[in-house]
T-cell receptor
């Protein structure tokens, strides 16, 4: 079983749609959680951190469920520019090993 | 402020040769991480350096090695190159220990022929 698992998709949605991605992790000692975005053949870039209480940044909402060991990312009012691969990242403090999920690919169509 | 910089951008080597990739972290960052991303696949953790020492290592053979210099820059060496080593090698840096956000460089594309 992978340490971090994501639905690979692809998710194909029309502009304006709401889409949600889930990510599960296996290490209960995980302390920090992030969502990164990666465009084709580019480096991953931080989208947002995920806090225990949940957090929102514009059209993006991230949530953490420690009991069930999953995090989620909700994108509202999808834009064409949201098309990318979204990577779930989990850190075990002091392990120096940010573990990345394999990513979920989103394509937003006109 | 300059981001994480990597060189070379592209590198072509033949099987059996050695490749050296270089990384300069963001100013003030002491931790450097290396990841491998084969085409179409996810990021695989290679190495973590902090304060000049190797702190953790991913599930890669010993021919993958590296070091961190006193100025916190780092290099990744891959010996006895194999075709399957062809990938994007990403370097990232952060302040101190993980839990802090890691920032990636644009990567080095290594092609082994």
């Amino acid at each position: 079983r992978k340490e971090v698992e994501q639905d690979p998709g692809p998710f194909n949605v029309p502009e304006g749609a709401t889409v949600a991605f889930n990510c599960t992790y296996s290490n209960s000692a995980s302390q920090s959680f992030f969502w990164y975005r990666q465009d084709c053949r580019k480096e991953p870039k931080l989208l947002m951190s995920v806090y225990s209480s949940g957090n929102e940044d514009g059209r993006f909402t991230a949530q953490l469920n420690r009991a069930s060991q999953y995090i989620s990312l909700l994108i509202r009012d999808s834009k064409l520019s949201d098309s990318a691969t979204y990577l779930c990242v989990v850190d075990v403090t002091n392990a120096g090993k940010s573990t990345f999920g394999d990513g979920t690919t989103l394509t937003v169509k006109p | 402020e300059a981001g994480v910089t990597q060189s070379p951008t592209h590198l072509i080597k033949t099987r059996g040769q050695q490749a050296t990739l270089r990384c300069s972290p963001i100013s003030g960052h002491t931790s450097v991480y290396w990841y491998q991303q084969a085409l179409g696949l996810g990021l695989q953790f290679l190495l973590w350096y902090d304060e000049g020492e190797e702190r953790n290592r991913g599930n890669f053979p010993p021919r993958f090695s590296g070091r961190q210099f006193p100025n916190y820059s780092s290099e990744l060496n891959v010996n006895a190159l194999e075709l399957e080593d062809s990938a994007l090698y990403l370097c990232a840096s952060s302040r101190g220990t993980p839990g802090n956000t890691i920032y990636f460089g644009e990567g080095s594309w290594l092609t082994v022929v």
